[in-house]
Antibody, heavy 116, light 113 residues
């Protein structure tokens, strides 16, 4: 069975950092692009970042460019999102998503709360 | 960035009746490879989103055939032929043709009347 399990969320002060992890199982991880999508409380879905299958190419939303870094360890079937200089607007549930010509599998999400 | 505009933003439907959600993109979504990377997602209350329809009209495995997608160019539609209680949630359209960024519609909340 395919699974994406996120972790690393929590409460952090403005200006702080967090690293999210997403462990994949049930499919050949190194064959797929992976993405992170954010959902602020009560709001819609916003794409944050993408990484291609071997980690050589990445893309970011303008809102996180220069603050967030996506990377992966294919030996550990894990994709990460390093989040620095967090602001109140970064609060939300962060979903790890498999990107196979679109977002075909989603994790359960991990909640990040930025608050003083 | 491609703007995705959904309508209506909320919808109340009687059980067994049809429902229709529209999504319009600010530019055409045909990729240079000839495919159209336009998808529909369902997010039930308290759950993660799941993809219902990919590339305009292809149902994901396990999606009931009462769900159908259609459209071309900049105008797309999701139809539910007979709404059931389990269909309650928020529906999002998304384009993956012109990226970055991938962009979603605002979401349409479906409720039972």
């Amino acid at each position: 069975e395919m699974q994406l399990v996120e972790s690393g969320g929590g409460l952090v002060q403005p200006g702080g950092s967090l690293r999210l992890s997403c462990v994949a199982s049930g499919f050949t991880f190194h064959h797929y692009w992976m993405d992170w999508v954010r959902q602020a409380p009560g709001k819609g879905l916003v794409w944050i970042s993408r990484i291609d299958s071997d980690g050589s190419g990445t893309s970011y939303a303008d809102s996180v460019q220069g603050r967030f870094t996506i990377f992966r360890d294919n030996a550990k079937n894990t994709v990460y999102l390093q989040m620095n200089s967090l602001t109140l607007e970064d609060t939300g549930v962060y979903f790890c998503v498999r990107d196979h010509y679109g977002f075909d599998y989603w994790g359960q999400g991990t909640l990040v709360t930025v608050s003083s | 960035d491609v703007v995705m505009t959904q309508s209506p933003l909320s919808l109340a439907v009687t059980l067994g009746q049809p429902a229709s959600i529209s999504c319009r993109s600010s530019q055409g979504l045909v990729h240079s490879d000839g495919k159209t990377y336009f998808h529909w997602f369902q997010q039930r209350p308290g759950q993660s989103p799941r993809r219902l329809i990919y590339q305009i009209s292809n149902r994901e495995s396990g999606v009931p055939d009462r769900f159908s997608g259609s459209g071309s160019g900049t105008d797309f539609t999701l139809k539910i032929s007979r709404v059931e209680a389990e269909d309650v949630g928020v529906y999002y359209c998304m384009q993956g043709t012109h990226w970055p960024p991938y962009t979603f519609g605002q979401g349409t909340k479906l409720e039972i009347k």
